[in-house]
Protein backbone atom coordinates (compact mmCIF):
# COMPACT_ATOMS: atom_id res chain seq x y z
CA UNK A 1 0.00 0.00 0.00
CA UNK A 2 1.01 3.52 -0.13
CA UNK A 3 2.46 5.67 2.49
CA UNK A 4 -0.53 7.81 3.77
CA UNK A 5 -3.42 9.74 2.88
CA UNK A 6 -3.69 13.17 2.02
CA UNK A 7 -4.47 16.53 2.84
CA UNK A 8 -5.23 19.63 0.05
CA UNK A 9 -6.98 22.70 0.47
CA UNK A 10 -7.58 21.99 4.06
CA UNK A 11 -9.67 18.57 2.38
CA UNK A 12 -9.00 15.65 4.24
CA UNK A 13 -9.13 12.07 1.74
CA UNK A 14 -8.32 8.35 2.84
CA UNK A 15 -5.85 6.40 0.94
CA UNK A 16 -8.00 4.52 -1.13
CA UNK A 17 -9.84 7.65 -2.45
CA UNK A 18 -13.24 6.80 -1.12
CA UNK A 19 -13.93 9.45 1.91
CA UNK A 20 -13.26 12.83 2.22
CA UNK A 21 -13.96 15.46 4.52
CA UNK A 22 -13.35 19.14 5.57
CA UNK A 23 -11.95 20.11 9.22
CA UNK A 24 -12.56 23.04 10.76
CA UNK A 25 -8.70 22.99 12.15
CA UNK A 26 -6.20 20.32 11.56
CA UNK A 27 -3.78 20.19 15.30
CA UNK A 28 -0.36 18.27 15.11
CA UNK A 29 0.28 18.34 19.06
CA UNK A 30 3.77 16.98 19.79
CA UNK A 31 2.92 16.29 23.64
CA UNK A 32 0.34 13.85 25.32
CA UNK A 33 -0.58 17.69 27.12
CA UNK A 34 -0.98 19.75 23.71
CA UNK A 35 -3.04 17.06 22.80
CA UNK A 36 -5.11 16.98 26.16
CA UNK A 37 -5.17 21.04 25.14
CA UNK A 38 -6.20 20.50 21.58
CA UNK A 39 -9.88 18.41 22.58
CA UNK A 40 -10.35 20.96 26.03
CA UNK A 41 -10.42 23.60 23.42
CA UNK A 42 -12.44 21.66 20.71
CA UNK A 43 -15.40 21.13 23.46
CA UNK A 44 -14.98 25.31 24.37
CA UNK A 45 -15.40 25.60 20.79
CA UNK A 46 -18.73 23.30 20.37
CA UNK A 47 -16.13 21.29 17.75
CA UNK A 48 -16.18 17.23 17.75
CA UNK A 49 -12.83 15.71 17.57
CA UNK A 50 -11.17 12.67 15.34
CA UNK A 51 -7.88 11.39 15.34
CA UNK A 52 -6.83 10.08 12.26
CA UNK A 53 -3.36 7.63 10.97
CA UNK A 54 -2.15 6.96 8.00
CA UNK A 55 -5.50 6.84 6.42
CA UNK A 56 -5.64 3.27 5.30
CA UNK A 57 -9.14 3.14 6.27
CA UNK A 58 -11.76 2.68 3.40
CA UNK A 59 -14.86 3.40 6.24
CA UNK A 60 -15.82 7.12 6.99
CA UNK A 61 -14.15 6.21 10.69
CA UNK A 62 -11.52 9.12 10.61
CA UNK A 63 -13.64 11.50 8.88
CA UNK A 64 -14.62 15.04 10.87
CA UNK A 65 -15.85 18.40 10.43
CA UNK A 66 -14.39 19.16 13.77
CA UNK A 67 -10.89 18.89 14.68
CA UNK A 68 -8.62 16.58 12.85
CA UNK A 69 -5.60 15.09 15.42
CA UNK A 70 -2.89 14.52 13.36
CA UNK A 71 -0.34 12.30 15.62
CA UNK A 72 2.82 12.33 13.04
CA UNK A 73 4.69 14.19 16.36
CA UNK A 74 3.49 11.13 18.59
CA UNK A 75 5.92 8.46 17.46
CA UNK A 76 8.77 6.60 19.10
CA UNK A 77 9.35 3.71 21.52
CA UNK A 78 8.78 5.09 25.27
CA UNK A 79 9.90 1.89 26.57
CA UNK A 80 11.45 -1.80 26.20
CA UNK A 81 10.60 -3.48 29.28
CA UNK A 82 12.85 -6.97 29.50
CA UNK A 83 11.73 -7.80 32.31
CA UNK A 84 8.03 -7.93 31.19
CA UNK A 85 8.57 -8.55 27.67
CA UNK A 86 6.45 -5.62 26.88
CA UNK A 87 6.80 -2.14 24.06
CA UNK A 88 5.48 1.06 25.18
CA UNK A 89 5.20 2.98 21.65
CA UNK A 90 3.30 5.92 21.22
CA UNK A 91 -0.03 6.23 19.37
CA UNK A 92 1.57 7.73 16.00
CA UNK A 93 4.09 5.34 15.23
CA UNK A 94 4.13 3.86 11.84
CA UNK A 95 4.28 0.11 12.01
CA UNK A 96 6.63 -0.68 9.89
CA UNK A 97 9.31 1.64 12.03
CA UNK A 98 7.68 -0.16 15.15
CA UNK A 99 8.99 -3.23 13.75
CA UNK A 100 11.95 -2.11 12.58
CA UNK A 101 12.91 -0.61 15.80
CA UNK A 102 11.81 -4.02 17.33
CA UNK A 103 14.17 -6.07 15.16
CA UNK A 104 16.98 -4.20 16.12
CA UNK A 105 16.61 -4.89 19.94
CA UNK A 106 16.10 -8.26 19.22
CA UNK A 107 12.51 -8.08 19.54
CA UNK A 108 9.14 -9.08 17.69
CA UNK A 109 5.41 -8.94 18.05
CA UNK A 110 3.89 -12.54 17.90
CA UNK A 111 1.77 -11.93 15.32
CA UNK A 112 0.93 -9.05 12.29
CA UNK A 113 -1.07 -8.04 9.52
CA UNK A 114 -0.14 -8.22 5.98
CA UNK A 115 0.50 -4.27 5.49
CA UNK A 116 2.98 -2.38 7.89
CA UNK A 117 2.01 1.46 6.70
CA UNK A 118 -0.59 2.20 9.43
CA UNK A 119 -0.04 3.98 12.55
CA UNK A 120 -0.59 1.08 15.66
CA UNK A 121 -3.63 3.80 16.88
CA UNK A 122 -4.94 3.00 13.93
CA UNK A 123 -4.29 -0.42 13.40
CA UNK A 124 -5.20 -1.73 16.58
CA UNK A 125 -8.04 1.09 16.86
CA UNK A 126 -10.09 -0.69 13.74
CA UNK A 127 -9.12 -4.48 14.34
CA UNK A 128 -6.37 -4.77 12.10
CA UNK A 129 -5.69 -8.42 11.70
CA UNK A 130 -3.34 -11.11 10.18
CA UNK A 131 -3.90 -14.66 10.48
CA UNK A 132 -3.05 -17.30 12.91
CA UNK A 133 -4.01 -20.73 14.31
CA UNK A 134 -3.28 -19.47 17.71
CA UNK A 135 -1.88 -16.13 17.74
CA UNK A 136 -4.38 -12.99 17.15
CA UNK A 137 -4.82 -9.74 16.00
CA UNK A 138 -2.70 -6.77 16.97
CA UNK A 139 -4.87 -5.79 19.61
CA UNK A 140 -4.78 -8.88 21.27
CA UNK A 141 -1.20 -8.34 22.02
CA UNK A 142 -1.67 -5.04 23.68
CA UNK A 143 -1.06 -4.94 27.47
CA UNK A 144 -1.93 -1.49 28.11
CA UNK A 145 -3.04 1.60 26.84
CA UNK A 146 -2.96 5.43 27.44
CA UNK A 147 -5.75 7.39 26.09
CA UNK A 148 -6.82 11.24 26.08
CA UNK A 149 -10.91 11.32 27.43
CA UNK A 150 -13.63 13.81 26.46
CA UNK A 151 -12.69 15.89 29.28
CA UNK A 152 -8.76 15.97 28.16
CA UNK A 153 -8.15 13.79 31.12
CA UNK A 154 -4.91 11.25 30.37
CA UNK A 155 -6.11 7.61 31.35
CA UNK A 156 -4.13 4.68 31.76
CA UNK A 157 -5.63 1.04 31.47
CA UNK A 158 -4.75 -2.56 31.25
CA UNK A 159 -6.02 -5.92 32.64
CA UNK A 160 -5.53 -4.97 36.18
CA UNK A 161 -5.92 -0.68 35.89
CA UNK A 162 -9.40 0.10 34.41
CA UNK A 163 -10.38 -3.09 32.89
CA UNK A 164 -13.55 -2.20 31.86
CA UNK A 165 -11.81 0.42 29.34
CA UNK A 166 -9.01 -2.10 28.27
CA UNK A 167 -11.32 -4.34 27.90
CA UNK A 168 -13.02 -2.30 25.19
CA UNK A 169 -10.34 0.58 24.06
CA UNK A 170 -7.87 -2.23 22.42
CA UNK A 171 -10.37 -1.76 19.36
CA UNK A 172 -11.78 1.31 20.29
CA UNK A 173 -13.34 2.93 17.12
CA UNK A 174 -11.92 6.24 18.10
CA UNK A 175 -15.13 6.49 20.52
CA UNK A 176 -13.88 6.06 23.73
CA UNK A 177 -11.27 8.45 24.07
CA UNK A 178 -7.87 9.30 21.69
CA UNK A 179 -4.90 6.59 22.24
CA UNK A 180 -1.91 8.30 23.13
CA UNK A 181 0.11 5.24 24.00
CA UNK A 182 0.61 1.37 23.60
CA UNK A 183 2.35 -1.04 25.30
CA UNK A 184 2.59 -4.10 23.35
CA UNK A 185 3.68 -7.99 24.33
CA UNK A 186 6.91 -9.03 22.30
CA UNK A 187 8.86 -12.05 22.23
CA UNK A 188 12.42 -12.33 21.15
CA UNK A 189 12.74 -12.28 17.32
CA UNK A 190 12.01 -15.62 15.51
CA UNK A 191 12.40 -16.96 12.22
CA UNK A 192 9.41 -18.19 9.73
CA UNK A 193 9.54 -20.19 6.99
CA UNK A 194 7.33 -19.02 4.17
CA UNK A 195 5.90 -21.64 2.13
CA UNK A 196 4.04 -20.18 -1.08
CA UNK A 197 2.29 -22.26 -3.97
CA UNK A 198 -0.31 -22.48 -6.06
CA UNK A 199 -3.44 -24.33 -5.43
CA UNK A 200 -6.98 -25.55 -6.74
CA UNK A 201 -9.51 -24.06 -4.68
CA UNK A 202 -11.98 -27.25 -4.73
CA UNK A 203 -8.41 -28.71 -3.11
CA UNK A 204 -8.09 -25.35 -0.54
CA UNK A 205 -11.96 -25.61 0.57
CA UNK A 206 -11.86 -29.72 0.92
CA UNK A 207 -8.84 -29.75 3.02
CA UNK A 208 -9.04 -26.51 5.17
CA UNK A 209 -9.53 -28.05 7.94
CA UNK A 210 -6.30 -29.84 8.00
CA UNK A 211 -4.29 -27.03 6.60
CA UNK A 212 -5.32 -24.53 9.61
CA UNK A 213 -4.69 -27.17 11.88
CA UNK A 214 -1.14 -27.85 10.66
CA UNK A 215 0.28 -24.55 10.03
CA UNK A 216 0.43 -21.98 12.53
CA UNK A 217 -0.07 -19.15 9.96
CA UNK A 218 -2.22 -20.12 6.86
CA UNK A 219 -3.71 -17.95 4.19
CA UNK A 220 -4.83 -17.81 0.36
CA UNK A 221 -5.96 -16.16 -2.26
CA UNK A 222 -8.60 -17.13 -4.40
CA UNK A 223 -8.70 -15.42 -8.21
CA UNK A 224 -12.03 -14.64 -9.30
CA UNK A 225 -13.21 -16.36 -12.67
CA UNK A 226 -10.93 -19.56 -12.40
CA UNK A 227 -10.49 -22.13 -10.00
CA UNK A 228 -7.46 -21.76 -8.86
CA UNK A 229 -5.80 -19.94 -5.43
CA UNK A 230 -1.96 -18.89 -4.10
CA UNK A 231 -1.59 -20.38 -1.08
CA UNK A 232 0.71 -19.27 1.95
CA UNK A 233 2.10 -21.02 5.02
CA UNK A 234 4.14 -19.51 7.99
CA UNK A 235 5.59 -21.48 10.71
CA UNK A 236 8.82 -21.20 13.02
CA UNK A 237 11.88 -22.62 11.84
CA UNK A 238 15.15 -23.27 13.71
CA UNK A 239 16.52 -21.42 10.46
CA UNK A 240 18.94 -21.15 9.39
CA UNK A 241 17.44 -17.58 7.79
CA UNK A 242 17.07 -17.82 3.74
CA UNK A 243 15.68 -14.31 2.69
CA UNK A 244 14.30 -14.38 -0.68
CA UNK A 245 16.90 -12.84 -3.06
CA UNK A 246 16.82 -9.29 -3.74
CA UNK A 247 16.77 -10.05 -7.43
CA UNK A 248 13.58 -12.89 -7.55
CA UNK A 249 12.29 -10.65 -4.89
CA UNK A 250 11.52 -7.76 -7.01
CA UNK A 251 10.83 -9.78 -9.99
CA UNK A 252 7.48 -11.95 -8.20
CA UNK A 253 6.44 -8.81 -5.30
CA UNK A 254 7.54 -5.48 -7.13
CA UNK A 255 7.35 -6.23 -11.14
CA UNK A 256 4.67 -8.72 -11.10
CA UNK A 257 2.52 -8.08 -8.22
CA UNK A 258 2.96 -4.64 -8.43
CA UNK A 259 3.82 -3.39 -11.27
CA UNK A 260 2.09 -5.60 -13.92
CA UNK A 261 -0.77 -6.25 -11.81
CA UNK A 262 -1.09 -2.93 -12.49
CA UNK A 263 -1.27 -2.62 -15.77
CA UNK A 264 -3.58 -5.67 -15.55
CA UNK A 265 -6.32 -3.43 -13.46
CA UNK A 266 -5.84 -0.77 -15.91
CA UNK A 267 -6.86 -3.20 -18.80
CA UNK A 268 -9.64 -4.74 -16.76
CA UNK A 269 -11.13 -1.92 -15.72
CA UNK A 270 -10.78 0.05 -19.29
CA UNK A 271 -12.45 -3.84 -21.15
CA UNK A 272 -14.19 -5.62 -18.33
CA UNK A 273 -14.96 -8.44 -20.94
CA UNK A 274 -11.11 -8.92 -20.70
CA UNK A 275 -11.27 -9.33 -16.49
CA UNK A 276 -11.71 -13.41 -16.82
CA UNK A 277 -8.64 -13.99 -19.06
CA UNK A 278 -6.78 -11.55 -17.07
CA UNK A 279 -7.80 -13.35 -13.70
CA UNK A 280 -6.40 -16.94 -16.02
CA UNK A 281 -3.28 -15.44 -16.50
CA UNK A 282 -2.54 -13.72 -13.24
CA UNK A 283 -3.90 -16.71 -11.21
CA UNK A 284 -0.53 -18.30 -12.71
CA UNK A 285 1.61 -15.97 -12.80
CA UNK A 286 3.77 -16.64 -9.52
CA UNK A 287 5.60 -19.79 -9.05
CA UNK A 288 6.29 -21.85 -5.76
CA UNK A 289 8.63 -20.62 -3.36
CA UNK A 290 10.09 -20.84 -0.22
CA UNK A 291 11.90 -18.58 2.53
CA UNK A 292 13.14 -17.68 6.03
CA UNK A 293 13.46 -14.39 7.50
CA UNK A 294 12.36 -12.57 10.76
CA UNK A 295 8.78 -12.25 11.14
CA UNK A 296 7.97 -8.66 9.41
CA UNK A 297 9.58 -9.57 6.46
CA UNK A 298 7.58 -12.64 6.21
CA UNK A 299 4.38 -11.74 7.41
CA UNK A 300 4.30 -8.42 5.53
CA UNK A 301 4.86 -7.20 1.49
CA UNK A 302 4.06 -4.15 -0.12
CA UNK A 303 0.89 -3.16 -1.69
CA UNK A 304 1.07 -0.62 -4.10
CA UNK A 305 -1.75 -1.09 -6.34
CA UNK A 306 -4.75 1.08 -4.96
CA UNK A 307 -8.17 -0.35 -4.49
CA UNK A 308 -11.38 -0.84 -2.42
CA UNK A 309 -12.39 -3.44 0.04
CA UNK A 310 -14.63 -5.25 1.96
CA UNK A 311 -14.44 -7.88 4.78
CA UNK A 312 -16.30 -9.93 6.98
CA UNK A 313 -15.52 -12.63 9.67
CA UNK A 314 -17.46 -15.72 9.59
CA UNK A 315 -17.81 -18.27 12.03
CA UNK A 316 -14.52 -20.26 11.13
CA UNK A 317 -16.68 -23.35 10.26
CA UNK A 318 -18.41 -21.22 7.92
CA UNK A 319 -15.62 -20.41 5.97
CA UNK A 320 -16.01 -23.06 3.20
CA UNK A 321 -19.79 -23.08 2.66
CA UNK A 322 -19.87 -18.96 2.59
CA UNK A 323 -16.67 -19.29 -0.38
CA UNK A 324 -18.59 -21.28 -2.12
CA UNK A 325 -21.74 -19.09 -1.97
CA UNK A 326 -19.31 -16.33 -3.30
CA UNK A 327 -18.07 -18.00 -6.00
CA UNK A 328 -21.28 -19.23 -6.83
CA UNK A 329 -22.75 -15.52 -7.07
CA UNK A 330 -19.40 -14.20 -9.07
CA UNK A 331 -19.94 -17.17 -11.94
CA UNK A 332 -23.68 -16.57 -12.19
CA UNK A 333 -23.75 -12.89 -11.64
CA UNK A 334 -21.99 -11.52 -15.05
CA UNK A 335 -19.97 -9.55 -12.32
CA UNK A 336 -16.04 -8.63 -13.59
CA UNK A 337 -13.58 -8.87 -10.27
CA UNK A 338 -10.07 -8.74 -11.43
CA UNK A 339 -8.67 -8.88 -7.24
CA UNK A 340 -8.07 -11.53 -6.37
CA UNK A 341 -10.11 -12.76 -2.46
CA UNK A 342 -8.26 -12.90 0.41
CA UNK A 343 -8.92 -15.98 3.15
CA UNK A 344 -7.52 -15.72 6.60
CA UNK A 345 -8.19 -17.05 10.14
CA UNK A 346 -7.83 -16.04 13.76
CA UNK A 347 -9.17 -16.94 17.04
CA UNK A 348 -11.01 -15.94 19.35
CA UNK A 349 -10.20 -13.01 21.45
CA UNK A 350 -11.59 -11.65 24.66
CA UNK A 351 -11.94 -7.72 23.14
CA UNK A 352 -15.58 -6.33 22.87
CA UNK A 353 -16.24 -5.05 19.84
CA UNK A 354 -13.12 -7.94 17.59
CA UNK A 355 -14.37 -8.86 14.82
CA UNK A 356 -12.75 -12.54 16.04
CA UNK A 357 -14.29 -11.67 19.84
CA UNK A 358 -16.02 -15.01 21.71
CA UNK A 359 -15.45 -16.96 18.53
CA UNK A 360 -12.94 -18.73 16.03
CA UNK A 361 -13.13 -16.75 12.73
CA UNK A 362 -12.48 -16.82 9.28
CA UNK A 363 -11.73 -13.36 7.28
CA UNK A 364 -13.07 -13.30 3.39
CA UNK A 365 -11.46 -10.01 2.00
CA UNK A 366 -13.13 -8.66 -1.49
CA UNK A 367 -11.69 -6.08 -3.63
CA UNK A 368 -11.90 -3.91 -6.61
CA UNK A 369 -9.35 -1.68 -8.19
CA UNK A 370 -9.79 2.18 -7.33
CA UNK A 371 -12.10 3.68 -10.01
CA UNK A 372 -13.85 0.72 -11.07
CA UNK A 373 -17.54 0.23 -9.90
CA UNK A 374 -17.77 -2.50 -7.28
CA UNK A 375 -21.19 -1.41 -5.36
CA UNK A 376 -23.07 -4.42 -7.58
CA UNK A 377 -20.51 -7.18 -6.42
CA UNK A 378 -19.85 -6.24 -2.56
CA UNK A 379 -23.74 -5.65 -2.09
CA UNK A 380 -24.26 -8.94 -2.96
CA UNK A 381 -21.21 -10.50 -1.25
CA UNK A 382 -22.44 -8.46 1.84
CA UNK A 383 -25.76 -10.34 1.51
CA UNK A 384 -24.03 -13.55 1.59
CA UNK A 385 -21.93 -12.62 4.65
CA UNK A 386 -24.39 -11.66 6.65
CA UNK A 387 -26.56 -14.82 6.08
CA UNK A 388 -23.86 -16.28 7.73
CA UNK A 389 -23.28 -13.94 10.70
CA UNK A 390 -20.44 -11.96 9.57
CA UNK A 391 -19.02 -9.30 11.41
CA UNK A 392 -17.33 -6.74 8.86
CA UNK A 393 -14.05 -5.30 9.73
CA UNK A 394 -14.22 -1.70 10.75
CA UNK A 395 -12.34 -0.47 8.68
CA UNK A 396 -13.54 -1.99 5.39
CA UNK A 397 -16.38 -1.18 3.26
CA UNK A 398 -19.82 -2.17 4.70
CA UNK A 399 -23.24 -0.71 5.06
CA UNK A 400 -24.49 -2.50 8.61
CA UNK A 401 -25.70 -0.13 11.60
CA UNK A 402 -25.97 -0.39 15.18
CA UNK A 403 -29.33 -2.80 15.19
CA UNK A 404 -27.39 -4.99 13.65
CA UNK A 405 -24.26 -4.97 15.58
CA UNK A 406 -26.38 -5.44 18.84
CA UNK A 407 -27.42 -9.12 17.64
CA UNK A 408 -23.51 -9.56 16.01
CA UNK A 409 -21.96 -8.72 19.04
CA UNK A 410 -23.13 -10.21 22.30
CA UNK A 411 -21.09 -7.31 24.46
CA UNK A 412 -22.16 -4.53 22.22
CA UNK A 413 -24.34 -3.05 24.82
CA UNK A 414 -21.31 -2.97 27.57
CA UNK A 415 -19.55 -1.03 24.73
CA UNK A 416 -21.95 1.41 24.50
CA UNK A 417 -22.11 1.78 27.98
CA UNK A 418 -18.73 2.40 28.62
CA UNK A 419 -19.08 5.11 25.86
CA UNK A 420 -21.78 6.68 27.40
CA UNK A 421 -19.56 7.25 30.78
CA UNK A 422 -16.49 8.25 29.07
CA UNK A 423 -18.37 10.49 26.10
CA UNK A 424 -21.24 11.59 27.46
CA UNK A 425 -21.56 14.59 24.78
CA UNK A 426 -19.96 13.08 22.02
CA UNK A 427 -17.06 15.05 21.33
CA UNK A 428 -15.71 12.05 19.33
CA UNK A 429 -18.55 11.27 17.56
CA UNK A 430 -18.92 11.30 13.31
CA UNK A 431 -21.16 10.06 11.29
CA UNK A 432 -19.51 6.75 11.24
CA UNK A 433 -19.76 6.13 14.64
CA UNK A 434 -23.26 7.40 14.46
CA UNK A 435 -24.46 4.79 12.22
CA UNK A 436 -22.60 1.84 13.76
CA UNK A 437 -23.04 2.76 17.61
CA UNK A 438 -25.87 4.84 17.65
CA UNK A 439 -26.35 8.30 19.27
Known amino acids: MGSTASARNGTWRNWGGTVASRPARQVAPASVEELSAAVRKAAEDGLTVKAVGSGHSFTSIAATDGVLIRPQLLTGIRKIDRDAMTVTVEAGTPLKRLNMALAREGLSLTNMGDI ?42 SAKENPEVFAAARIGLGALGIVTAITFAVEPV ?15 LADFDELWAENEHFEFYWFPHTGNTNTKRNNRSAGPEKPVPPVAGWIEDEFLSNGVFQVAQWVGRAVPATVPAIARISSTAL ?22 EMEYAVPREALTETLRELRAMVDRSGLRVGFPVEVRTAPADDITLSTASGRDSAYIAVHMFRGTPYQAYF ?3 ERIFTAHEGRPHWGKVHTRDAEYFSRAYPRFGEFTALRDRLDPDRRFQNDYLRRVLGS
Open 116 to 157: MEQTVSGATSTGTHGTGRESASIAAQIRGLELVTADGSVLTC
Open 190 to 204: FLLTAREEPMPLEKV
Open 287 to 308: SARSYTDIPYKVFTSPRRVRFV
Open 379 to 381: TAA
